[in-house]
């Protein structure tokens, strides 16, 4: 892989984190590890539903 392509990677993912952190809020409020991660599941998927909410439909132009 190039650098460029890791830099741009590594750039998408802190911008997922950052969405994340807005949205749903820095702090896990579950105690236990599996409540902490049925916590970020159902933040994702909040963020999926929302993402593609607003994704506008395409088509293929011939």
């Known amino acids: 892989m190039s650098s460029f392509k890791r830099s ?3 750039h998408v993912k802190q ?3 950052i969405r994340y952190k807005t949205i ?3 702090l896990v409020r579950a105690r236990t590890l599996q409540g902490q991660r ?3 599941r159902i933040g994702c998927q909040i963020l999926n539903r929302m993402t593609s909410l607003g994704m506008p439909e395409s088509h ?3």
């Open 15 to 17: 911008t997922h984190k």
């Open 38 to 40: 049925g916590e970020a």
């Open 24 to 26: 749903i809020g820095p």
């Open 60 to 62: 293929r132009v011939d």
């Open 8 to 10: 741009q990677a590594k």
